[in-house]
């Protein structure tokens, strides 16, 4: 009996193991209008299927003001994140945290709070403080005293999210069948149209291309 009920079990795992979609490996290129490779774009996949280890994005995440720069630049978080902003400066920095781009004209829009960091004393630690991004989607950083300073958070609410490297590719492991593929860059103000794929076993790659050439402003 006992011998049976162990491989009644493993049939139900290995039915269960069927209906979820195994993983596979997608790069996406992304490049601006004059085809060049994009760094720091956020490219992010939905998808119908369903995977047996689905990626995580942080939970937690560590923003630091430092030599008049949100370092790093661009963060990717989950929905529910928190995130610690630590000043490394010697003088008073502001978090002002807005929705990004044209979203910023939306009521259920990401972002909406105010901090203030005292700066870094000599010998002390560093001062800082904690938000929680509870909505998706792209949010702006800035400081009410120092104008030039910027930063920003994606928010997704997939987990297959990912930056876009110095050659302008990100790489993820999203699960097969039928994908949408988004593209998000700050300096894209309309979002470009997605990109439907529908994934196999096989390796895939998808190219996105801008509407707009990359100011080199200081982040």
Known sequence: MKTRTRGLVAAALLALAGCAAANTSLQVSVLDKEGKPVSNAVVVV???????????LPKDVVISQLNMR??????????????HFVN????????????AGIAQFNDDAAGG???RIDGKADGK??????????????????CHLHNSMRGYVYVSDSPWASLTNAEGVA???????AAIIKVWHADQLIDIAPQQATLTA????????????PRGRRL
């Open 202 to 213: 096989a390796p895939a790659t998808a190219t996105m291309q801008l509407s707009v050439v």
């Open 125 to 142: 630690a560093a001062k800082s403080a904690d938000a929680v991004f509870d909505k998706p989607g792209a949010v702006l950083l800035g």
């Open 113 to 115: 709070f105010e901090l």
């Open 171 to 177: 790489t993820l492991n999203v699960p097969e069948g």
């Open 46 to 56: 939905v998808s119908a299927g369903r995977s047996t280890t689905p990626a995580g």
């Open 70 to 83: 949100f370092v790093p630049a661009v963060s990717v978080v989950a929905v529910g994140a928190k995130a």
């Open 88 to 99: 490394n400066d010697p003088w008073e920095h502001h978090v002002r945290a807005s929705a």
